[in-house]
């Protein structure tokens, strides 16, 4: 790769690959020799390197290392909030479609059906995402390479898989008038079971990091996707247009979801910022910015919903609010994420308020 | 399983030379982190990082040591590295068994195995594990795991003109640091203390196999003053979790129960 | 050095410095360029030893020491003048040792006269020949040797003549009371270098000059030692040699000098910068400082080795050296009969080092120019002048790992890039030959501490590249062959006579290194089989030896350069990996380990003694001593050459056998170290009307334009140049390895905030610095580590500039060499680059330009050279160099 | 999955975790790859180990150069030196970098009078016209007397510079060998 230094009294252009090794007379066979390097610089260290203008020296009482981020943001892109929003809407239409089988299910059957088919192609879409965000998508099926409890992600892909799975069969057998059907029921109920898991783990996952404002969320984050699964289902209920029972349902669910929605909300800010610094990029900056955005079209799809009397087209308004408003709430949790944890600062405080290893001192039961 | 091995930087040692960041790059033949001119005193490769394997810190501060005789100014080096804790935030989340705790008590990223999918990378709570963008796989140091496999001594330790980089057995590590923390305190540098020798000092990674000895607070090295592995805390997310799971259960259930046969 | 104790080289190692009970590091910044060797100075640290760092910037070297002293750049013969008075005045030195083992009881003549007396100049200045006649220098009623004395000190870089007459003081005064013995001199000569002087000229606090004087007195005697530190920091300055006799009177009045933990330790810069002074790529020098000889004065053979032969000291060998030399280089062809061939040896007629070689280069007198692993477009003073040199040859030859700047002057110099100069009107061939590395040959390099190392070929090189072994080899059969029809003419003969028959090995057929050693060490001519060392060397042609130094670095025909037994398998000193010249010894001087009688003086810091039993010298090192002479041996009125050496002469390789605090003879500007302001300074010299070393060297000429003396308006601010320990010098090493550059990649300055206020530099931002030379651009680090001095209530601003920056490699910068004219020290003709002034402003403003090529940077002023120098040492007239040509042309011989 | 175990543990390692009832599956024994299980360090591999010395500063740390099929795979400190105990600074650690980089040219390179590019040529051909030039410039400018009648036995139009970094072999040749030339304008960074 080549990369032009600003030095303008030069001729040439520098060109490196970061080793410089001829291979004819050295080796290369290092534990990270094959480490690829085709930019010069490490692309998040450069994004958030900027040079320092002030002479050094730390600032008493409140130090930290020339502002420069002490933890690693995520490096998770478009892919994986998006992944959050279709994972929690494929959990929860699971949930809600093994609650429909329940009972005399007759009436429910295009909902049931529905349901489980936004769970297999949700389930399809999930795998995608992740495959899209990984660095080596061609190592995908690692993540089922072992079962390790203690890594959320990890849970999560066998989650994902049990969802996937159970959708699939419960799509393809449900119904039959055999043994098969009975199996494709019970497939139903499971699915259901994944998805309340598929639906409310990437909260877990997202709480279970060291981003501070994370942390600090970790009681809330997976009721907010969670409830925000729900409320998507609501919202894609309302746009697909569902009619009589379907609708009556979904619409209990998608409300119900909602209200959760922006209560949890409410309880997130107010959690995270125990520590002021940690909760600030809720409140300032573009992250701030995103997440009022979220919260303001949650509140709108639940208000457009409850006007009585609903035509087709406040549906789909409402509908595309809440959608909007349930994948903005991931997107936005991912940059309120981010900002957190290029703020060394909010982690210093964090601990320093005790809110770091000592909080778990304080928890007797844990 | 042969003893546990580690790292003790001793900061009061230090010189700033950087021979341990380059010697580091030659052994595991990483590539530069680019050229970028920081301004932040001699430190221009800022921060461990997917390429950076160490790292050294430099501090200036108007304030003197107790030591220096004279003068209102000292200048702080301290060699960073990944601490392979012993409950370590990366390990603990990566879901492809790519990261392991080895025969040496490290903790080693299998490069092979390595799916890239960041997650070890928010969960480290000293920003230590990191991916380059190109690559896509997430690197760290490997406490020289291939050099420790025929008992040799980790790059970067061996290279440490000062010996501020001790390499060894972690007890014996442990114990000496104790004795240079008290030796230090007799001398007049009573503000030197040991950062994360043990579970006791930082109970939120019960300990580091690669500790300190620092003279200031850890913030001003850029180090967490309590860290703790998140999995220690994700209890809490489980429940919350499983909360949601049950309320949405109940509102599906509610929802099928309250809308489903009225019409 | 070698004007002190006898030999240029370090006098100790740096493992050695354990045992110091204070390091003083000044003119050094240790810890960034020489680390490793630091590992030393941080264990004494933790043993307990007091580490000082004098420096004007605080850099990573203050940052572990005990103490910073920050000191004005160019001021540091004030300071240790001060602390010499302190010494004295305190009446704090180690008598016996100064008694015995110095020339401080010496008494000398009576026309000398001090600096005190003539107003910063010594008596014997001859303002017609712009330099001093040294005679009135001389002990009293010893006759100096008329002119002739040329032969060079062991002085690790130029060596200087030395009349070498039997100087052993005729008169002494054992209780150092004779107001005219040196000691009594020595005292008036320091009388005003008092801690208020210190202060105002330093720019140092009373209190913290006097924590250093303390430390060091505290840490001398017969149970505590102490040792200096010094690297270039010291020799770059026009006094740069006066420097370091500061530090080797303190040592010698303190009693440090070889002893455990004391001595004077000098850190060089490359792999074998003390090899090439052994074995020198030097002008002045033969191999093992045999000096080469002067056209005035060494007509023939005979009068070569009188004039150099010393009638007392070692140098009365000094014969057998030369004809062991001779004998090697020309073989069968060199008889008694034909003077051993000496009439084959080019003379000198006045200085033709480096820097006279470019401004000849530049004016067109050199034709053809080899560079072989130097980088001087970056690494010399006023690279725009050195680029100049390079245009003007015929033809470049080129040898190193890439395409440096030096390669490519045609094409990729800040002049081309300006347009200044067109590349297609640079009429000089070039020819770039790739070097082997380290690695891809056998040989040798000679570190700091006089260690001769070996480096096996571990693999074969690459391509084209050769190592300049081979390259010098195959030149030399070729010019063999050329000549082979051309023997008629009488001036050819050295190249058919010069014995150039090395063994070929390998598949490149390369000469072997180890022959090339064998040749080195000496061998006995009969059968060629290695000598064991010097003393086994002969005058009558039986024996050949390359470079006397070095003998017995073969012994037994076993290459000891490469021997490599583990360090824990012997004591500290590890006499058996590789070896150090003289005869293995690792410290110098240590028959001053012991008392007069022969007893280590104390237990703790016993190294060499006298064994009553066996009657010789042992101990820990091998004796720096003539093992079976006692302590109480007195030579006779008679003896002469080595037999004049007593019992009681650690310094075996001075004439007197005593460390010189006062140099009566070899050195150009006075026998005593005087403190003189920096060619640029900011201030006026505050002891003396003289501002400059009135010896210094200067050339005026229009593309090397200096600046007023001091006060210049345009030149505010003092300048300092220094490296760091991510790049290697000129970066030839180092910018083009991505592991290096990321860790320093670009070019900064480094200012104090108050400066960074005054002239609205922020940090991180770009800044423009100018001399008369020329403008860079740099970087700013705005740092409290550069503190600015108060001197006389006013604040004096520092600024410091890395060099390691060109146009070429990974990372890029300006040069700051660009910004520095040529001046030089007397002695060792080394340039002063670590003061001078110039001044600095926010931006990127800078234009490209250097005098040299686009004319006047700034506003012309009347030069104000007078202000330099007093009426009475005259003003160097402008010459075709302009510098004081009588005295360099003709006068040095 | 990439895991090739030549040992009888099950390939997928969520099986040898049932056999061996690990829960977690943090351990290297469980979730090791067989690279990791064969991992070892390079300089084992090794063919020869050859002593060098550092070719930077004057200090002169020890240094082992390993190497293997003729390839340099290794240069670290040497142990065994009491200069250095094995230690490197940043510049010697990087000595791999600089012996075995990509930035070594390999050609002769020549630029002709007034040129303005390089051009390869062969060595010999190159030390054949380096050696007529000297030869040349030394005819042309030989100055055998000065004014006075001494000896002077030398050319003033050919210089060389470069030493520190050389070998004492190599000094000793370019000293021997100008100084025969009657070159005596040789000179090093010593004075620099």
């Known amino acids: 790769m080549s990369t032009t230094v600003r030095y303008k009294n030069s001729v040439e252009r520098v060109y490196t690959d970061g080793r410089d090794i001829d291979t004819e007379a050295g080796d290369l066979t290092g534990e990270a020799a094959d480490q690829r390097a085709s930019g010069s610089t490490d692309k998040h260290l450069k994004e958030q390197m900027q040079v320092w203008r002030q002479a050094p020296g730390p600032r008493t009482g409140d130090p930290a290392y020339y502002n420069v981020p002490m933890l690693n943001e995520p490096v998770w892109e478009w892919a994986i909030p998006t992944y959050y929003y279709v994972g929690g809407l494929t959990g929860a239409a699971l949930v809600l479609g093994a609650a429909s089988q329940m009972g005399d299910a007759g009436g429910r059957k295009e909902l049931i059906r529905r349901c489980h088919w936004i769970g297999l192609i949700g389930a399809g879409i999930s795998g995608g995402l992740l495959i899209y965000d990984l660095g080596v998508p061609s190592r995908f099926f690692n993540m089922l390479r072992v079962f390790r409890p203690t890594s959320v992600m990890n849970m999560g892909a066998w989650i994902l898989t049990g969802a996937g799975g159970t959708a699939f069969l419960a799509v393809v057998l449900r119904g039959r008038e055999n043994r098969f059907g009975a199996a494709g029921e019970i497939a139903g109920y499971l699915a259901g079971m994944f998805g309340a898991g598929l639906a409310t783990y990437t909260g877990v996952l997202t709480a279970n990091t060291a981003v501070p404002v994370w942390q600090a969320s970790r009681r809330v984050l997976p009721i907010l996707f969670g409830t925000s699964a729900m409320s998507s289902v609501g919202a894609l209920f309302e746009l697909l247009g569902g009619k009589g029972e379907e609708r009556r349902l979904t619409k209990i669910f998608g409300t119900a979801g909602q209200i959760a929605e922006f209560a949890a909300s409410v309880a997130m800010e107010k959690q995270a910022s125990v520590v002021p610094r940690v909760g600030r990029p809720l409140k300032k900056g573009l992250s701030g910015f995103v997440w009022r955005a979220a919260m303001t079209l949650t509140a709108a799809g639940l208000v457009l919903g409850l006007i009585p009397k609903p035509t087709r087209r406040r549906r789909l308004a409402a509908g595309i609010a809440g959608t909007l408003g349930s994948a903005l709430m991931r997107a936005s949790v991912e940059h309120i994420g981010t900002a957190s944890a290029r703020d060394a600062r909010a982690s210093f405080q964090q601990q320093r308020a005790g809110y770091g290893a000592a909080e778990i001192a304080r928890q007797p039961n844990q | 399983m042969a003893a546990s091995k580690g790292f003790f930087t001793d900061t009061t040692l230090c010189i700033g030379c950087k021979a341990c960041e380059v010697a580091c790059k030659q052994w595991n033949q990483l590539p530069d982190d680019g050229f970028l001119f920081s301004g932040m005193s001699y430190d221009n490769t800022v921060h461990l990082g997917g390429s950076t394997w160490r790292h050294v810190a430099f501090v200036e501060r108007p304030v003197p040591l107790n030591t220096q005789t004279d003068g209102a100014f000292s200048w702080l080096f301290s060699s960073d590295v990944c601490k392979h804790c012993a409950r370590a935030g990366c390990l603990e989340s990566c879901p492809t068994g790519a990261i392991i705790r080895t025969e040496f008590g490290s903790v080693y990223v299998q490069p092979d195995v390595c799916n890239g999918c960041g997650y070890c990378i928010v969960s480290c709570p000293f920003g230590v594990i990191n991916r380059r963008e190109e690559d896509g796989r997430a690197w760290k140091c490997t406490l020289c795991y291939d050099r420790l496999r025929d008992d040799l001594v980790p790059a970067c330790a061996k290279a440490c003109p000062t010996e501020s980089i001790q390499f060894g057995d972690l007890d014996e590590l442990r114990a000496h640091a104790k004795e240079r923390v008290e030796q230090l305190h007799e001398r007049g540098m009573p503000e030197a203390y040991l950062y994360g020798a043990s579970a006791d000092d930082q109970p939120g990674t019960e300990g580091l196999n690669a500790f300190f000895l620092l003279v200031d607070k850890p913030e001003v090295y850029n180090l967490p003053p309590d860290p703790v592995a998140p999995a220690k805390k994700v209890k809490d997310a489980w429940l919350a979790a499983g909360a949601a799971a049950a309320g949405m259960a109940l509102a599906a259930v509610g929802a099928v129960f309250f809308g489903g046969h009225r019409a | 050095m070698g004007t002190s104790f006898g030999r240029g080289g370090a006098t100790t190692f740096p493992g050695d410095l354990v045992n110091s009970d204070v390091i003083v590091i000044e003119g050094s910044n240790m810890a960034e360029c020489h680390p490793v060797a630091f590992r030393w100075v941080m264990q004494a640290r933790e043993r307990g030893a007091t580490i000082i760092h004098v420096d004007p910037r605080f850099t990573r070297t203050s940052a572990v020491a005990n103490l910073h002293v920050p000191i004005r750049a160019g001021s540091d013969i004030a300071f240790l003048g001060g602390i010499i008075r302190y010494i004295i005045e305190n009446e704090r030195y180690f008598k016996e040792y100064v008694v015995n083992y110095t020339n401080a009881p010496a008494i000398i003549g009576d026309d000398f006269k001090d600096t005190e007396d003539l107003d910063g100049v010594f008596s014997g200045w001859d303002k017609k020949k712009g330099k001093y006649e040294t005679r009135t220098w001389m002990y009293k009623d010893v006759d100096p040797e008329p002119a002739g004395g040329t032969r060079e000190s062991e002085a690790g870089e130029k060596g200087q003549p030395i009349q070498r007459n039997p100087i052993q003081a005729e008169h002494t005064d054992e209780t150092l009371q004779h107001p005219r013995c040196v000691f009594q001199i020595l005292k008036k000569h320091y009388s005003r270098y008092t801690p208020e002087l210190v202060e105002e000229t330093c720019g140092i606090p009373r209190y913290l000059f006097l924590k250093v004087a303390e430390a060091l007195c505290r840490n001398s005697g017969r149970e505590r030692t102490g040792a200096f530190v010094y690297a270039v920091g010291w020799t770059q300055h026009t006094v740069g040699v006066q420097y370091i006799r500061s530090a080797a009177i303190i040592q010698l009045l303190l009693g440090n000098m070889g002893r455990p933990g004391g001595g004077i330790m000098a850190l060089r810069g490359h792999a074998s910068i003390q090899g090439s002074t052994d074995i020198p790529t030097l002008y002045n020098l033969l191999p093992g400082y045999l000096p080469m000889p002067k056209a005035k004065h060494d007509k023939d053979l005979a009068t070569y080795l009188r004039l150099n032969t010393s009638p007392s000291g070692w140098w009365g060998e000094f014969p057998k050296y030369m004809i062991s030399m001779l004998k090697a280089w020309y073989g069968d062809a060199a008889t008694k009969e034909n003077d051993w061939r000496y009439d084959y040896l080019p003379t000198l007629t006045g200085d033709h080092s480096h820097m006279n070689t470019v401004v000849d280069m530049a004016d067109g007198a050199v034709k053809g120019y080899f560079v072989m692993g130097e980088n001087p477009a970056v690494g010399s003073m006023n690279g725009a002048l050195q680029r100049k040199g390079l245009r003007q040859l015929d033809w470049l030859v080129v040898r190193d790992f890439q395409l440096i700047e030096t390669a490519e002057f045609w094409r990729d110099a800040p002049e081309i890039a300006r347009g200044d100069v067109k590349t297609k009107d640079i009429k000089t061939e070039v020819f770039f030959f790739p070097g082997a590395a380290h690695t891809e040959k056998d040989g040798s390099f000679t570190n700091t501490q006089r260690m001769l190392q070996w480096h096996h070929k571990a693999v074969e090189p690459r391509g084209d590249s050769r190592s300049e072994l081979d390259f010098i080899f195959k030149l030399g059969q070729r010019l063999k062959e050329l000549y082979a029809n051309e023997y008629g003419q009488i001036r050819n003969w050295p190249i058919r006579d010069m014995t150039w028959d090395y063994p070929e090995i390998g598949p490149l057929k390369e000469p072997s290194a180890e022959a090339v050693l064998h040749e080195i060490n000496g061998y006995t001519v009969a059968d060629r089989k290695p000598v064991e060392g010097y003393s086994s060397l002969k005058d009558d042609g039986s024996t050949a030896c390359g470079c006397w130094i070095y003998s017995g670095c073969y012994r037994g025909g076993k290459n000891m350069t490469a021997r490599r037994k583990p360090y824990w398998e012997q004591n500290h000193l590890a006499p058996e990996w590789a070896w150090v010249w003289p005869h293995n010894r690792r410290i110098l001087y240590n028959r001053a380990s012991a008392d007069p009688n022969g007893a280590p003086w104390s237990e703790r810091k016993k190294l060499v003694w006298w064994d009553e039993q066996k009657q010789e010298w042992t101990g820990l090192d091998q004796p720096d001593f003539i093992v079976k002479r006692g302590p109480s041996h007195r030579p006779s009125k008679e003896a002469r050459g080595k037999e004049t050496i007593s019992g009681v002469d650690p310094f075996i390789m001075q004439a007197d056998g005593k460390g010189w605090i006062y140099v009566a003879t070899g050195l150009q500007d006075g026998p005593l170290p005087t403190h003189y302001e920096p060619q640029e300074s900011i201030a006026k010299n505050p002891l003396y009307g003289q501002q400059c070393n009135p010896e210094r060297m200067e050339w005026i000429r229009k593309d090397n334009p200096y600046h007023q003396p001091y006060d210049d308006p345009r030149f505010p601010y003092l300048i300092t140049t220094y490296r760091l320990t991510e790049h290697h010098t000129a970066g030839g090493m180092s910018r083009w390895l991505s592991w290096l550059s990321e860790l320093q990649p670009e070019m900064f300055c480094e200012i104090s905030p108050e400066l960074a206020e005054e002239r609205g530099l922020k940090n991180g931002e770009w800044a423009t610095i100018r001399t008369m030379r020329g403008e860079i651009e740099t970087r700013v680090l705005v740092t409290r580590r550069m503190q600015p001095l108060r001197i006389k209530g006013k604040l004096v601003h520092q600024i410091g500039l890395p060099y390691h920056w060109s146009t070429k490699g990974l990372v890029r910068g300006d040069a700051a060499n660009d910004l520095i004219g040529f001046v030089a020290d007397p002695n060792v003709s080394i340039q002063e680059s670590k003061a001078f002034t110039g001044n600095i402003e926010p931006g990127r403003k800078s234009k490209g330009r250097r005098h040299a090529t686009s004319g006047r940077l700034v506003k012309k002023l009347p030069s104000r050279e007078q202000d330099r120098d007093l009426p009475k040492v005259g003003h160097k007239p402008e010459s075709k160099h302009g510098y004081k040509a009588e005295q360099t042309k003709e006068g040095n011989i | ?192």
């Open chain 4, 1 to 192: 999955m990439s895991d090739h175990n030549g040992s009888s543990a099950p390939v997928w390692p969520v099986l040898r975790q049932f056999a061996k009832g690990d829960l977690f599956a943090l351990d290297g024994s469980t979730a090791g790859s067989s690279r990791t299980e064969s991992l070892a360090s390079r300089t084992k591999t090794a063919d020869r180990v050859v002593g060098s010395v550092c070719p930077y500063c004057a200090v002169g740390c020890g240094q082992l150069v390993y190497v293997k099929d003729e390839k340099i795979i290794d240069i670290e400190g040497d142990p065994a030196s009491p200069v250095s105990n094995g230690c490197l600074c940043p510049k010697g650690a990087a000595t791999f970098q600089l012996v075995t980089g990509s930035h070594r040219v390999s050609d002769v390179l020549y630029r002709r009078p007034h040129g303005t590019e390089w051009e390869k040529i062969p060595l010999e051909q190159a030390m054949d016209m380096v050696a007529e030039r000297v030869k040349r410039t030394r005819d042309e400018n030989w100055e055998d007397r000065d004014k006075d009648g001494n000896p002077l036995r030398r050319t003033m139009a050919i210089a060389h510079l470069g030493g520190a970094t050389l070998d004492n072999e190599e000094n000793y040749l370019i000293k021997k060998l100008f100084t025969n030339l009657g070159i005596v304008q040789v000179e090093n960074q010593a004075r620099i």
